[in-house]
Nanobody
Framework: QVQLVESGGGLVQPGGSLRLSCAAS????????MGWYRQAPGKQRELVAG???????NYADSVKGRFTISRDNAKNTVYLQMNSLKPEDTAVYYC?????????WGQGTQVTVSS
């Protein structure tokens, strides 16, 4: 059973940056494509960035050029570097498998972008 623990969220001003981390347990992490998802209040959860086991990445149009996903398979960790943050990026951020999030969801990490 893979467990996911997200961290790194917080309150940041518009234009600021945050780096999220997702630590995963389990030996299969290195062979699974992973993604960062987010859910804003009153909205459905959406995939914002994905990375294959080999390091190929894809991004939602809303974050392209501002967010960077990466992974360290030796540490079973996936990261999301978020730059030029906007108020509309405010959400709870989760990691999970991509494109089908078949792991049990973690608790997520809250990102709030506000002045």
């Amino acid at each position: 059973q893979v467990q996911l623990v997200e961290s790194g969220g917080g309150l940041v001003q518009p234009g600021g940056s945050l780096r999220l981390s997702c630590a995963a347990s389990g030996s299969i992490f290195s062979i699974v494509a992973m993604g960062w998802y987010r859910q804003a209040p009153g909205k459905q959860r959406e995939l914002v960035a994905g990375i294959t086991s080999g390091g190929s990445t894809n991004y939602a149009d809303s974050v392209k050029g501002r967010f960077t996903i990466s992974r360290d398979n030796a540490k079973n960790t996936v990261y999301l570097q978020m730059n030029s943050l906007k108020p509309e990026d405010t959400a709870v951020y989760y990691c999970n498998a991509d494109p089908t999030p078949w792991f049990r969801w973690g608790q997520g990490t809250q990102v709030t972008v506000s002045s």
